[in-house]
């Protein structure tokens, strides 16, 4: 043959594709990295009182702003509703969220009402109030931003590329 000349050695080519598999099958190094990730990007949002999609939290009623303990919105003084945790939920999913109970009324919104009550009562900014019912506004806290998403495919990406490359070596 005349010209330049290609050859390729594939030898390796099967033990790359093995690990590849390998790394699909175990994906918990990845998850355990991605939920490490997310905690930290969430408690950080918290702190910034952005959601997800880059919009402010509502903010807070004035009369409660007056008297609220805690550094800001969705930062109490226990600090239980920004204390975001991760957990491996099987072999292909991780969890991010809080354990505080009144997490969910924060995320979604949602209207309280009395249970055992002909009404709720409360004080507020030095005033006390007899109401049916009291709205809280969403404040998502929970979610993937864009550079979420972003970190969470570089996250799987190095695995991969990790698995590959250690094939190759």
Do not use: C
């Not at 002909?118 to 506004?137: H, K």
């Not at 979610?143 to 250690?166: M, N, P, T, W, Y």
């Amino acid at each position: 043959m005349t010209g330049a000349v290609l050859t390729l050695d594939i030898r390796n080519t099967d033990d790359a594709l093995a690990r590849l598999l390998e790394a699909a099958s175990d994906l918990k190094p990845a998850l355990k990295n991605i939920g490490v990730e997310l905690e930290r990007s969430t408690k950080e949002r918290i702190a910034r009182e952005e959601s997800p999609d880059g919009s402010h939290f509502a903010p807070l009623n004035p009369l409660y702003a007056k008297t609220k303990k805690g550094p800001g919105i969705l930062r109490g003084e226990s600090g239980d509703l920004a204390n975001i945790v991760w957990q491996l939920a099987g072999d292909d999913t991780v969890e991010v969220g809080t354990n505080a109970i009144y997490g969910a009324i924060h995320q979604f919104g949602g209207v309280i009402k009395a249970r055992n009550a002909a009404a709720l009562f409360f004080s507020m900014g030095g005033e006390s109030f007899t109401v049916d019912n009291v709205t809280i506004p969403a404040r998502p806290f929970l979610g993937l931003s864009k550079q979420d998403e972003e970190e969470v495919l570089a996250i799987v990406a190095d695995h991969f590329q990790q698995a590959a490359g250690r094939a190759l070596e």
